[in-house]
DNA sequence: TATTGTTATACTCTATAACTATA
DNA sequence: TATAGTTATAGAGTATAACAATA
């Protein structure tokens, strides 16, 4: 357990991270939105797969992976195919154009990156890598159930029994 | 300098590291969305200023500056003086509520990191803020003047000259 | 009746451009 | 003429709710 300064001072960080995202964001090819780009990248990483899944992976509500994944088939840089299994299910496939624009993202992100973060070590790129993972994970399920947080009331008590 | 396969990586968290934002974002009070929360801690943090010193802060344009400023002005957060020195500027005061908004925010996000990272070190923590913070600095100005990338053509040599 | 996915609507954040007032 | 700030407009991302089709 952190102490509460250090918490402070990750929040700050946290909620001035946005000026990066959006500076990566700024590279991308003009007819591919940051949301379209996440879409292609997660069918190349983890292949096909239903759009239940690819929400989840997203961490977005349905609604928008449907419009994102929506997008991306008009494209053309993906396909939706009916579910042999589950009628209402679509299997989500990336076509070869989609591949090809995976591979412009990759190296459009690489080349973005390599600019900006010239002077890092590998190390240093690894480790930011596995706590922004960690962090990710140790957020995990707060779109979930009970993704609530306690009043203030509660948890404020400083060691829990 | 990093392999690429690290930067791909890097990328990936990057792009997916906004579920942790959307999920800080979900514990802030109804009256107060994540812009207007940065508008106040960035005046907490670093005392009175102009709107301009306030956009180059949040790294955002001084039209989105405005309109956030406009909202914390209008909930009696801040107070907008005008400038004796210069009539065209402004400078942002936080006013005793606000004060009082920016210390609700600060107990709001220790208590939402402290909830879902219970497992982090102290040292994890600092890790990550220092990466990130280091990792803002480096994209810096990106969106200064010449923040332009290279085409694909320049800059993929191995070694500049 | 529950689940998968789509669509309609609304809200927040952001950028560009046009504009006002002042330097 | 240049700069500080505001406002209008537009575009992207997200969430909630209502809906259709299927399980």
Known sequence: MAAQRQYE?????????????????????????????AVLVLLARHGEMR???????????????????AHVAEKE?????PDPADKRSRILRLTPEGKA???ELTD???????????????????QL????ARLRDSFGDCRAASARL????EETTRTPA
């Open 150 to 153: 306690p009043h203030p009331a």
């Open 108 to 126: 459009l992100s690489i080349r973005t990156l390599t600019h900006y973060l010239h002077d890092w070590t590998d190390d240093e790129v690894v």
């Open 101 to 103: 624009k995976v591979a």
């Open 9 to 37: 001072e990750l929040a700050r960080q946290l909620s001035a991270i946005g000026a990066v995202k959006r500076g990566l964001g700024r590279g991308l090819p003009a007819d591919c939105p940051s949301g379209s780009a």
């Open 51 to 69: 759009m239940s899944r690819l929400a989840e992976l997203l961490a977005v509500d349905m609604s928008v992976t449907s419009r994102h994944v």
């Open 77 to 81: 840089w993906i396909h939706r195919d």
């Open 129 to 132: 890598s596995t706590l922004l």
